[in-house]
Every structure is written in structure tokens, then in C-alpha cells.
């Protein structure tokens, strides 16, 4: 299930921390902040300053890398050897149906 923010931008719900704007740029946001351009001087509620991506994973190694820098070790998307983590939150029905379907 994704969530969405008032700006119409939608978390991507197999990786904490990365959304979706409605044209397609990922971008990252840590506690409910987007991660800001470094020389943008615009509030944290604007995203039109965000750090953007082209793909979720790149998206989501930023998230991890500030979490880290911050000290804050939970919700990540990746082991320390680099290897993805599934994200809890995506719904556990859609995984056995896959698996059912593969049985056969």
C-alpha cells in the first residue's frame, strides 16, 4: 500500500524513506523531511529543492547513508555487505500468491 502527501507524491512501499513524485523523480525524505540540494535555501516542506533520483535503489542507499550519519540504524534497505532487505511493510499476500503461483 502506498501512502501519499499532500503534494501528491507517493512513497514507494518497497523501500523505507523513498517517494515518488508525479513525474517520476524518486527522492528520499528521513523522518518525514525530504533530503534538501545542499546549496537550496527552500523549506523542508517545499520538494521542488529535493535531491532527486532516477531510480529507487539510488534513492534508497541516500536514505540509508543519512540514517547512518545520523546514527539512526533502523527501517534500512540495505545490509552492510550491500544486499537488498526486504521492507516489512509490503503486504505478506501478495508474496504467498506469487509463491503459489510458482508451485504451480
Avoid at 528521513?30 to 516542506?45: H, Q, R, W, Y
Avoid at 550491500?82 to 506469487?98: C, F, L, P, W, Y
Wanted: proline share 2%; aromatic share 8%; glycine share 8%.
Amino acid at each position: 500500500m502506498k501512502d501519499k502527501d499532500e503534494a501528491g507524491n507517493l512513497q514507494v512501499s518497497t523501500y523505507h524513506g523513498v517517494w515518488v513524485n508525479p513525474k517520476g523523480k524518486y527522492f528520499v525524505k528521513v523522518n518525514g523531511e525530504p533530503i534538501m540540494k545542499e546549496s537550496d535555501t527552500l523549506s523542508a516542506e517545499s520538494t521542488s529543492g529535493c535531491l532527486y533520483f532516477d531510480c529507487a535503489d539510488e534513492a534508497a542507499k541516500v536514505y540509508d547513508e543519512t540514517k547512518q550519519q545520523r546514527n539512526e540504524i533502523t527501517d534500512l534497505n540495505f545490509k552492510s555487505d550491500g544486499t537488498r532487505m526486504i521492507n516489512d511493510e509490503v503486504t505478506t499476500s501478495t508474496a504467498t500468491g506469487r509463491g503459489l503461483e510458482m508451485l504451480g
